[in-house]
């Protein structure tokens, strides 16, 4: 560790409190930085179906390691250089030399997007050869492991190391940042042989390649003895596996196991075909399922300390920050975090809250609110149908009273009605509707837990019961068998502490026409926001399906409507586009107003559907915004109390100074507390694509759309809901409750 690096951390102490992202900054700037561009000259060419732009990205890849530079690719068989490349390298059987494109070096600006995303390339290549390769095993940033084990070993079958996953972020002023997410990999360390000798009975067990000793990655499942030794020839291999690991297997290990010739074990890889393998190079697949087979006591280790507070974060955060060297070629040094450069922290539940609950009531969450003021309005008529399965008789007797009570209590009178199934054939289950009131609003199905259900000699009831009822036009809430026995459980307790029940009570108002709460006073005048999900296949290069949901401006769901392709057709941008304008206008249609600005949210990255879409939608009239969502790979956040981290609150946003985005933190304290079961949340990516309106509004309003889950009054979803909608509408189509194509009213998918 440098001394900068040490005056940072011995820094710490006087670090003000509030929440900071979990970043690290770079020492300097990275302002004009010159670069040299390539254009690659292949010998012989390329191949038509060669696929251009992996090949540029080998070829820099190999370029960078022959000259020891940073080399990225800029564009289809281009690319930029810290330095000059002056040799040829080979790679997918090709000579590949890069020729100069100008004489003149050229500049890289931060303040522009595509020259920060070539610096961001750069500096990741540089950080690959920072990373102490005696400290850590890496092939990729995002999976950089700790050699060192963090737990286990010795007397365990496995072993968890600490992961580390390395995203670089460059501000608009040039400063690195350097994200790093810490986690868990479980890895097995005690082999077969070491468990068991020829003629013991094998366990059924999945089992991986050695990789300490074996060079080829493989899973398979463990089968039994083979009759076959190491060196003895297999006759439907035609040699034996000991020849076959030459190349594989250090070679004097090899010649070890030669001279010993072990009987080998059988494994299938592909659940089918029988091959042999030595048990001295297979070691238990490190997954949950085998680690809890395996080692209770180790899996139990493992699930308490995989949950890390944002304290235990932080820590091996910095410790990995220190053990980093210096960018050999940039000459940068990141200094321990966090901070919260480059970025302008916004708490909005410091501040009024938009959502609406009784009497115009306001609070800063769902929970509170519905448990203080009532729910916004409560539905015309709510009758709940209590369909249970005949055999739950607690459930049945005392379930339906808690119902109604609770319902009372927040302002939504309602009474239920209790009809009875049997457990049996799904064909069966067709016909529970026929049994049920006239007066039904909304159905309340009881099912016994997915898990428990293989354990008995009848067919699930959940898919056939929601696709029965959604068909006759009556919405449903399922409920397991083990959440209402847990709403039964703290049936004496408040409304608050019953948060199943409380959830429970939210979607059941708004399937039967109620709004349990709802948004007014945020800020600009959106008038409506269109989530888009769409599903895309790499391999055939064709958009499959896709679907959209509809959120109005006070945070009510509209409307709903998921599609998919039949097998070869092409699903383009044009169609998403209309299929997403044909939404909007039924809002002016039934709504009786034309929206004159829109919020189109989409999950994930755009790239060319932007601009078909945006003309599709603006033939409207209406003005529109564009916001793209990332979830993974974004810093996290903790709350810094004078002394430690902690849970930040959420409803904190970062937005960045410069560029169009911000990291949005929407789930946390006062829901989620310290100490609990999941850790430090994640975080969200907002990006405004195009569009009037300033990204500090625009991440406002989608923290507030993601507390606008009406199935989830006790916790806000993390994501805005016309994309959890839209995903939502998708898995609705796709377990055949609607027909894909078919416009679905209301909330009765979620």
């Not at 890849?61 to 800029?74: D, S």
């Not at 290549?125 to 084990?149: G, Q």
């Not at 040699?239 to 072990?262: C, F, T, V, W």
């Not at 055939?540 to 509209?558: I, P, R, Y």
């Amino acid at each position: 560790m440098s001394d900068s690096q040490r005056e940072v951390v011995s820094a710490q102490a006087d670090k003000e409190a509030g929440a900071y992202l979990f970043n690290s900054a770079s020492n300097r700037r990275l302002t004009n930085l010159n670069v040299n561009i390539y254009d690659l000259r292949v010998d012989g060419g390329l191949n038509y179906r060669d696929d251009r732009e992996q090949f540029t990205s080998t070829a820099a890849y190999f370029l960078g390691e022959k000259h020891g530079i940073p080399v990225v690719p800029k564009d289809t068989l281009e690319v930029v250089a810290l330095g000059s490349l002056s040799r040829s390298v080979s790679t997918w059987g090709r000579t590949v030399t890069a020729e100069k494109a100008s004489n003149e070096r050229v500049e890289l600006n931060p303040e522009t997007q595509q020259d920060r995303e070539l610096i961001d390339s750069l500096v990741e290549s540089d950080l690959r050869r920072a990373i102490p390769e005696s400290r850590y095993d890496f092939r990729y940033l995002n999976d950089v492991t700790d050699r060192k084990p963090a737990f286990g070993a010795d007397d365990d079958p496995f072993a968890a190391h600490h992961t580390f996953e390395l995203k670089v972020d460059v501000t608009a002023n040039g400063r690195v940042l350097l994200h790093v997410d810490v986690g868990h990999n479980l890895k097995g360390t005690r082999t077969i042989a070491e468990d068991y000798s020829h003629g013991d009975e094998l366990p059924q067990a999945t089992v991986q390649h050695d990789l300490r000793n074996y060079y080829v990655e493989g899973e398979g499942e463990l089968r039994g003895w083979s009759d076959y030794s190491y060196t003895e020839e297999i006759p439907d291999v035609g040699d034996s596996i000991a020849a076959m690991h030459e190349g594989n297997l250090d070679e004097d290990l090899r010649q070890e196991y030669m001279d010993k010739d072990p009987q080998m074990v059988e494994l299938t890889y592909d659940g089918e075909n029988i091959r042999h393998h030595l048990p001295q190079l297979l070691v238990y697949a490190a997954d949950t399922n085998t680690v809890r087979k395996q080692s209770s006591e180790f899996h139990r280790r493992f699930s308490s300390k995989r949950a890390m507070m944002p304290r235990e974060r932080i820590e091996y955060f910095r410790d990995f920050i220190q053990n980093l060297g210096r960018l050999p070629v940039l000459d940068l040094e990141f200094t321990p975090g966090p901070t919260n450069a480059g970025y302008t922290r916004y708490e909005y539940l410091s501040g009024p809250s938009p959502l609406r609950f009784h009497d115009d009531q306001s609070a800063r969450t769902p929970s509170e609110g519905i448990t203080t003021h009532g729910v916004y309005s409560p539905p015309e008529e709510c009758t709940v149908a209590l369909i249970c399965p005949e055999r739950f008789e607690t459930i049945e007797d005392e379930l339906p009273p808690i119902i109604v009570k609770s319902l009372n209590r927040i302002g939504s009178p309602s009474a239920t009605r209790v009809r009875q199934y049997e457990l049996g054939s799904e064909a069966s289950y067709s016909n529970v509707w026929h049994d049920l009131p006239s007066d039904t609003d909304v159905a309340l199905v009881v099912v016994p837990d997915e898990d428990k259900i293989v354990d008995f000699p009848v067919d699930d009831p959940y898919d056939e019961l929601k696709r029965t009822l959604m068909r006759q036009g009556i919405p449903s809430q399922m409920m397991q068998k083990s959440s209402a026995e847990s709403i039964l459980s703290k049936k004496n307790r408040s409304l608050s502490a019953n948060r199943k029940l409380l959830n429970i009570l939210s979607a059941l108002v708004a399937k039967a026409g109620g709004t349990p709460w709802q948004l007014d006073g945020l800020p600009e005048k959106t008038d409506a926001y269109l989530g888009l999900d769409v599903s895309y296949d790499e391999q055939s290069d064709q958009h499959t399906g896709a679907s959209a949901s509809v959120v109005l401006a006070d945070g009510t769901t509209f409307a709903a409507e998921s599609t998919t392709q039949q097998s070869g057709e092409r699903f383009s941008a044009m169609d998403v586009g209309q299929f997403a304008r044909d939404l909007v206008s039924d809002v002016a249609a039934e709504k009786g107003f034309k929206p004159q600005r829109l919020c189109l949210i989409r999950d994930g990255k755009l790239n060319e559907d932007l601009q078909t879409i945006k003309e599709e939608i603006t033939e409207t009239g209406a003005s529109l915004d564009v916001v793209s969502i990332r979830k993974s790979g974004q810093p996290r956040v903790g709350e810094f109390d004078g002394t430690a981290f902690r849970i930040a609150n959420k409803g904190t946003a970062f937005v960045s100074e410069g560029r169009d985005e911000s990291i949005l933190h929407s789930v946390g304290e006062p829901e989620l507390k310290e100490g609990n079961s999941v850790g430090t949340p994640r975080t969200l990516r907002v990006i405004q694509r195009t569009g009037p309106t300033d990204i500090e509004v625009l991440t406002e309003q989608m923290y507030w759309l993601s507390e606008m889950h009406v199935g989830s009054a006790i916790r806000s979803t993390r994501i805005p809901v016309p994309i959890h909608y839209a995903d939502l509408a998708a898995s609705f189509v796709a377990d055949g409750y609607v027909s894909p194509g078919e416009t679905i009213r209301g909330p009765s998918f979620i």
